[in-house]
Each structure stands twice: as structure tokens, then as C-alpha cells.
């Protein structure tokens, strides 16, 4: 019942629950530490905890 309900509130209703590397308290690992603003992005991509659906604010601005 669980799974069915966060579905809904993902994909019906958009209420994703955003997070990333950061906020869980994840430490950067080697290549997101050693290659510049390419290691940035990839340590700092918000996502949604529930589903895993990429944030159109993390998104490079040529795919938005």
C-alpha cells in the first residue's frame, strides 16, 4: 500500500520528495572531488527519494 501510495504522490500529483548527496550526509567520492564543475553537478544532482526522477533545476539548461 505504501509503494501505491508514494506512486500517486509522485507521478499523479508531482509531490516529489527532493534530496541529494548533501542533504543525506553523503561525502563526496573521488571522481565527484577531482573533476571540477563535472564532480560538482554529479555530487549536488537533486532527486526524488521516492521515484528517483531527476530535478529540472539539476538539469543542464540545454535539456530544460
Partial sequence: ???????????????????????????????QLTQGVAGFYNYATMYCDRCGKISKLSLPWELK
Fill in 1 to 31: 500500500m505504501k509503494k501505491i501510495w508514494e506512486w500517486i504522490l509522485c507521478h499523479c500529483l508531482g509531490d516529489h520528495d527532493w534530496t541529494c548527496a548533501a542533504i543525506k550526509g553523503i561525502k563526496p567520492n573521488k571522481y
